[in-house]
């Protein structure tokens, strides 16, 4: 759901899991919202862009993308 997001941790070596551990929120809690399924809250969206050091605005780095399943 957020491909920028997901690229980031890639590019940075983070796993999701540690994400999770930094956000204090579950991982479960983690793909959820990564799915889409539950939504970041605001400080979750900038304590995540400081964690991952990113570049990118708030609105690039959390722009959905569609998948759709086949």
Do not use: H, P, W
Request: with cysteine; glycine share 4%.
């Amino acid at each position: 759901m957020y491909k920028k997001l997901e690229a980031r941790l890639v590019l940075i070596g983070m796993t999701k899991k540690k994400l999770a551990e930094k956000l204090g929120i579950t991982y479960n809690t983690l793909l959820l919202k990564l799915r889409g399924e539950n939504c970041f809250t605001l400080d979750e969206a900038l304590a995540i862009r400081k964690i991952i050091k990113a570049d990118e605005t708030i609105e690039d780095l959390f722009t959905k993308t569609n998948q759709q399943a086949s």
